[in-house]
């Protein structure tokens, strides 16, 4: 009898020795292998806002392009996936945005307006942003491993963006336009025009996919928008010219002969040589600055493979 007791006990304790063992196998193959991956981006980055665009009324996002503008940005990115449906992504990407009103089509519509406007800008952009990666149709899937899977996302995220707007002069040489405060940013003449900071956060949303050609390389594309809360990334918004005596007022002699000279270029035929709100309308405060990316996507999930990582999850937890 105390034979066969023991016999017991010790066919409990194997069991409750294997099952804690593979319990234990479980949960590190599905948290401790390819949950970090490491990329990088190339693509063109694009400017919807004031200056330029095309035909008519101007529009926002694909409507007002100036494709002939377009600049490439570049970017790095580390995800972290903390399960296989959902990543975290930090990134930090460098990119150039530019407009110019020249580049509007003369069809002899309202574009007319921005062709005698003739104002433009150029500026570099310096991004950080944290978002979050989202897999659909993971749910979906019908064999383990990730070699030979296409992968569509949706992304959003918050970040932070650094601009500085630039005009070129009459020399050719390029001027920064902020601390000119072109639009009376301020002056006291025009309280209603604050002074912009330089640095601003913005929200991100998109989408994208990946396809794997292996357990641990992919390439994708994704298209990135973001929402802006300034309208000064051209340095254009207010709808008046200011008053070229309020340069002379609160900039330096050698400031205000450049923002003389910057300040109005416009080609309009004007009963007078000053440009008066009544005949000219310099921007439009109605609407913010945007912009957005088309991004070339590689990247590598880093750890070693492991196609079992999908058969032996926890039931409890997927």
């Not at 665009?53 to 903390?82: E, R, W």
């Not at 070129?168 to 912009?196: C, I, M, N």
Request: hydrophobic share 35%.
């Amino acid at each position: 009898m105390r034979t066969h007791v023991h016999s017991v006990r010790l066919s409990v304790l194997v069991c409750l020795f294997a099952f804690f063992s593979l319990q234990t196998r479980s949960q590190s193959i599905s948290t401790g292998d390819r949950k970090l991956e490491l990329g990088l981006g190339l693509g063109p980055m694009f400017f919807v806002g004031d200056l330029g665009g095309s035909a008519g009324v101007g529009k926002t996002f694909i409507k007002d392009l100036d494709l002939p503008l377009t600049k490439f940005c570049k970017g790095l990115y580390i995800t972290y996936s903390p399960v296989e449906f959902i990543s975290i992504r930090v990134a930090a990407n460098l990119g150039y945005l530019e407009g110019d009103d020249a580049e509007a089509p003369a069809k002899g519509g309202p574009e007319m307006d921005r062709l005698e406007r003739n104002l433009h800008f150029k500026t570099k952009i310096s991004e950080v942003y944290a978002a979050v990666e989202i897999y659909p149709t993971y749910f979906l899937e019908q064999y383990d491993g990730l070699k030979g899977k296409l992968r569509p996302y949706l992304l959003g995220g918050v970040g932070m963006f650094h601009f500085n707007p630039q005009v070129r002069d009459a020399d050719g040489t390029w001027v920064k336009t902020h601390p000119l405060s072109l639009e009376g940013q301020g002056f006291a003449a025009y309280p209603d025009s604050k002074p912009y900071k330089l640095t601003q956060k913005n929200l991100l949303a998109g989408i994208g996919f990946k396809y794997y050609f292996s357990e641990n390389f992919y390439s994708g594309f994704e298209i990135l928008h973001r929402k802006l809360f300034t309208d000064y990334v051209d340095d254009v918004s207010h709808d008046r010219y200011i008053d070229p005596i309020n340069f002379d007022q609160n900039l330096s002699a050698a400031d205000a002969l450049i923002a003389r000279r910057i300040y109005y270029r416009g080609t309009y035929t004007f009963p007078t040589t000053r440009p008066y709100e009544e005949y000219a309308q310099r921007g439009d405060p109605k609407q913010n600055d945007a912009y957005f990316s088309s991004i070339l996507r590689l990247g590598w999930r880093m750890g070693k493979s492991d196609a079992r990582s999908k058969q032996l999850r926890c039931p409890v937890f997927y």
